[in-house]
């Protein structure tokens, strides 16, 4: 996310123009428009991964795993945003007629960069647990193997489970789907640690 926000006065008149724009987009928070930037051969290719082995283990399932295209809306923050994967399960429930922004998710996944993990972490996370559907928040790094998943628990807290291990499973228990972090990171090169810093 930029941090060069532009003044909208209501999430109607962000999204009128949202919906006209064709070479960017633009997320919205209470009010604020924040450019998203371009994403790294890294991230599309871990969100690729994600998309394709969730989807082929959801073809049974009530449940429909989408890429980063789809908006997101939360009204009790009054935001919109564009997750880099979002999993509903059930029938899609829309802002409106238009059916191109959704207003529920059962698991939303982000693909972390130098840029927003903190705003992923924090902000973004903050914003994403006022959806009363949500129950599993994944944070993928891209630069090294590492996934940490926060489970929505029955008191409404949020238990973090962290995966390193490229063997591992990780479990997507709100999804009912497995996959392992070497499956995540199919085909995916990390940098030298020398190169992260640029």
């Known amino acids: 996310m930029s941090i060069q926000p532009k003044p909208y006065d209501r999430f109607e008149d962000y999204l009128a123009t949202e919906r006209e724009s064709i070479d960017a987009k633009h997320e919205y928070v209470a009010g604020q428009v924040f450019a998203m930037a371009g994403a790294s051969y890294n991230h599309n290719l871990i969100t690729a991964n994600l998309i394709r082995r969730l989807g082929n283990q959801l073809d049974a399932s009530p449940c429909t795993a989408l890429a980063n295209d789809m908006r997101l809306r939360v009204e009790t923050a009054d935001a919109c945003a564009y997750p880099d ?42 914003i994403y ?70």
């Open 85 to 126: 994967v979002v999993v509903l399960c059930g029938k899609p429930t829309f802002h409106d007629d238009r059916r191109d922004v959704l207003t529920t998710a059962t698991l939303i996944a982000e693909v972390l960069s130098p840029a927003t993990e903190g705003y992923d972490r924090g902000g973004k996370f903050a």
């Open 129 to 198: 647990r006022g959806l009363p559907s949500l129950r599993q928040y994944v944070l993928i790094a891209q630069d090294r193997f590492a996934v940490d998943i926060f489970t929505r628990q029955a008191d409404g807290g949020w238990l973090l489970d962290a995966y390193t291990d490229p063997a591992e499973p990780i479990d997507f228990d709100s999804i009912d789907c497995t996959l392992t972090l070497g499956e995540l990171y199919d085909k995916v090169e990390f940098e030298a640690t020398a190169e992260r810093g640029r």
